[in-house]
Every structure is written in structure tokens, then in C-alpha cells.
């Protein structure tokens, strides 16, 4: 069966699926429940001080990222959003009375961000509501007071691209029936104040989860809690206490370090994560990222085994150690070890060690900017090598990356790399490669 014919099938079968429970989930709740507020914006000289802890809810929520265009202005919205159903462009929630959202209330507000539920209708869960919901009626009440002060700018959004039958709006219900659990975070009774305000912070306004999660076939959150998920061509790590691929070697200082800075003495941020770290996590108190690092600590390790090692005698193994000492080592040092906090170390690195290699495939074709923190100014970035290096020497390189200085992962095949190629849009190959092909 050829694309586009298992791409028809798919989609009828989805919308049968989300249609039937969509229905129910229709007739059962509707689209006008009520959702009374309890706790109001207040006035006088105390709209000042939640005003402030509004805008650190919306930085924990990391709001500007979404709702930010490249080169438009905060929060107007038309942030291009590719997911595997289609583009989705986020909401203009400036105070703009027409195109914005000046005119809502803030049970309206609420609605939105706390249940899934626009002026259109059903929302789409990249607008990660389903993590929202689980924000305070204090921190949803702050959060609405700062958002009212943001200047109004019209900016009218274009309409989502989706393809029928993933611009049904309706059927959205189904997917929430099946996969959004509707209700505020409910702190664990025998763990921390700290531990619950970490679970808090990563389960409700940070959505860790949404990158950190692999979805299934709908698009909802498989049982792999934040063991690692695929995302417009990058792949977000396993943030349990894996060894190998994920966190079980970092100390807590490690994640505060990384979370405040972009780097600690193991890696640096790219891509998703960078704007993540410059748009919210560097903005956290030390208590909250010390929070967030005590309750992944806490998480148990995944079940994803270490492969074998390939040897260093393996043909791809030893093209890819010639490539590395030509291009690589001058900055990542000939052990793999990098700058501690500013060039990331490539031995024992959870995103080197993916069994996803698709972070490192963007970062070596594409290039990366290092993060720019108030930590971390020199924000030192990875130059792109798409039209310096081959298919075959990409692929090699990385092999050997992923296999040397005890790392251990599958090897990366240069139709893996002539793939990216086409799907990020990189610049293509221009030379001779060092053996001979491409």
C-alpha cells in the first residue's frame, strides 16, 4: 500500500475511532460546562504582587515560546507548530480585543488553558492544556492577571493546516476522553514539600511530558512517562534514572546546573531545549530547579538496556575515528571529552548515548546556537557540517561516536542521514568524501 493510500486509511480509521468516543464524550459534557473561578484577580496595591507571580507562572509555563512568532512580537501568536497530523499555528493572547484574547473573561481563560476548550471549540493538545489542568486556581488566577497587562497587538493568526479528518474540532473530544485527565495537581501525602513542588513543576506548567513522553498513533502519551519521545526532528531524552541513556549519572547539581545555565559538565542544550532553558527554566528560583531535580532523581530508571559496544576494528568504526581527528576533535577533544560548560562532553552524554540519534543527526547537519543564558553568556554554538561531510561520513562519525569512550549505542546508516537531509531541509553535500563515496 503505497503513502498516501496508508495515510487515507489512517485517517479514516482515526476519525471512526475518535468520532465514536468523540460522540459520547460530546453528549456526556458538551462544550458549555461551567467552571466557576475560585479565586479572583485581585485589586489595589495587591494586583501588583500577583501581577509578579503571573508573570513567573507564565515563565514556568514558558508561554512566550509557543505564542511567539520568529521575528514577530510576544505572545501574538502564529508560532508554526509540525506535528505528524498537520501545522498547527498557536493563539494570538495579547490583550487585543479582535484578534487577541482583550475580550475574554477569566473563566474564559480557564476554559482554554486548564480544559482544553477555545472560542472555536476543542483545542489541540499541542496547546499541552492536558499538563495545564493541573496548575492551582492560585497560579491560574496569577497567571490571567499578568496576561491582561500584555500590550495588545493585532496580529490575526492563519488558520491551522490540517488535512480532514484532523480538522474535525469535534472529535477532539474523543481524544480527550481517552487521554486528558481533567483535574488539578494533587500533591502525594507521604512524600516532600519539595518533592511535590518538583512533580508539580515538571507535570503542570513545565509539561515536561510533552517532548519528554513518546506519543502513540493518536497522539496521546504512552505509559513510557518521560522515558524519552520523538519531536519535529529532534528526540527529547529519557529523564528517569537510566545509566546509560538517561539521568542515572547526573547528581542533582547536575540538572540546577543545566536547567539555570544550558550546560553542566556533561552537556549543553540544543534545539527545543535551548529555547526551553532561555525562555523559562533560567528564570527559576534555585529552590524550584532544586525541586525539579529531587523529583527526577527520585524517578525510577526505564527498562531501555545498554547495547553492546561495536569494535573499533568495525569498518565504519574506523572511517568514523578519521572523520572524528579531521572535524571533530580540535573542539570535542580526541577523548570525547569536551569544554566543561561550554563544549559539551561526548563520553557518557544521554543524548549521545539515544537510542533515537535524530538530536545529533539535526545538530551535526544543521549546526546549533549554544544557549544564551545569564549564566552561560558565551553561549558558544556547533557549526553545521550538511555540506562539508557525506552521508556515509556523517554516518560513520556518529557511529563511532555513539560506540567509543564507553559509549554504547545502534549504529547510524548513511540512508538515515540522506532522510534528515530531505526532512530538515539541510544544505546539501558539496565535496568529495574522505573514502571515496557518498
Not at 502525594?188 to 511535590?196: D, L, P, R, Y
Not at 573542539?331 to 537510542?355: A, D, F
Request: charge should be neutral; include cysteine.
Amino acid at each position: 500500500m503505497g503513502k498516501k493510500m496508508r495515510r487515507v486509511s489512517y485517517g479514516i480509521v482515526s476519525v471512526a475511532v475518535l468520532g465514536a468516543v468523540g460522540y459520547t464524550a460530546w453528549v456526556q459534557y458538551g462544550l458549555h460546562k461551567s467552571y466557576p473561578q475560585t479565586v479572583q484577580i485581585s485589586s489595589g496595591p495587591a494586583l501588583q504582587e500577583q501581577i509578579k507571580r503571573g508573570e513567573y507562572v507564565s515563565r514556568l509555563s514558558d508561554c512566550t515560546a509557543c505564542h511567539t512568532a520568529e521575528g514577530g512580537k510576544p505572545f501574538a501568536g502564529g508560532y508554526r507548530l509540525n506535528t505528524p497530523f498537520g501545522a498547527i499555528l498557536s493563539s494570538n493572547i495579547t490583550s487585543d480585543p479582535e484578534t487577541g484574547i482583550g475580550g475574554w473573561t477569566q473563566e474564559q481563560f480557564d476554559r482554554a488553558v486548564r480544559h482544553g476548550i477555545g472560542s472555536h471549540g476543542y483545542l489541540y493538545a499541542a496547546m499541552p492544556y492536558n499538563a495545564y489542568a493541573k496548575l492551582t486556581d492560585q497560579d491560574l488566577a496569577d497567571l490571567w492577571a499578568y496576561i491582561k497587562t500584555i500590550p495588545p497587538v493585532k496580529n490575526k493568526v492563519v488558520e491551522n493546516q490540517l488535512p480532514f479528518p484532523f480538522n474535525q474540532r469535534w472529535t477532539l473530544a474523543g481524544w480527550n476522553l481517552l487521554f486528558f485527565k481533567d483535574r488539578v495537581f494533587e500533591p502525594k501525602a507521604t512524600a516532600s514539600e519539595q518533592f511535590n513542588r518538583g512533580a508539580y513543576l515538571v507535570d503542570g506548567p513545565g509539561h515536561c511530558a510533552s517532548c519528554h513522553t513518546a506519543k502513540n498513533l493518536l497522539g496521546g502519551d504512552t505509559s513510557a512517562y518521560l522515558q524519552g519521545g520523538a519531536l519535529q526532528g529532534w528526540y527529547a531524552p529519557d529523564l528517569t534514572a537510566n545509566p546509560h541513556s538517561g539521568l542515572g549519572k547526573w547528581s542533582e547539581e547536575d540538572i540546577v546546573s543545566y536547567l539555570r545555565s544550558g550546560t553542566n559538565k556533561i552537556t549543553a542544550s540544543s534545539g527545543p531545549m535551548t529555547e526551553a532553558i532561555e525562555n523559562s527554566t533560567q528564570y527559576m528560583t534555585d529552590d524550584d530547579l532544586k525541586a525539579i531535580a529531587q523529583y527526577l532523581k527520585a524517578l525510577p530508571a526505564s527498562e531501555a538496556p545498554a547495547p553492546t559496544p561495536l569494535s573499533s576494528d568495525n569498518t565504519a568504526m574506523m572511517t568514523g575515528k578519521k572523520v572524528y581527528e579531521s572535524q571533530c576533535s580540535a573542539c570535542h577533544v580526541s577523548n570525547g571529552s569536551g569544554v566543561r560548560n561550554m563544549i559539551p562532553s561526548l563520553s557518557g552524554n544521554p543524548q549521545v548515548n539515544s537510542p533515537d540519534p535524530s538530536s545529533l543527526v539535526n545538530v551535526v547537519l544543521n549546526g546549533t546556537d549554544g544557549p544564551l543564558t545569564h549564566a552561560n553568556p558565551t553561549a558558544a554554538g556547533m557549526p553545521a557540517f550538511s555540506q562539508k561531510l557525506s552521508d556515509s561520513n556523517i554516518a560513520d562519525v556518529m557511529t563511532y561516536i555513539r560506540n567509543s569512550w564507553g559509549n554504547a549505542a545502534a549504529p547510524v546508516s548513511a540512508r538515515q542521514i540522506e532522510k534528515a537531509r530531505l526532512d530538515l531541509q539541510a544544505k546539501p553535500w558539496l565535496g568529495e568524501s574522505m573514502h571515496g563515496k557518498k
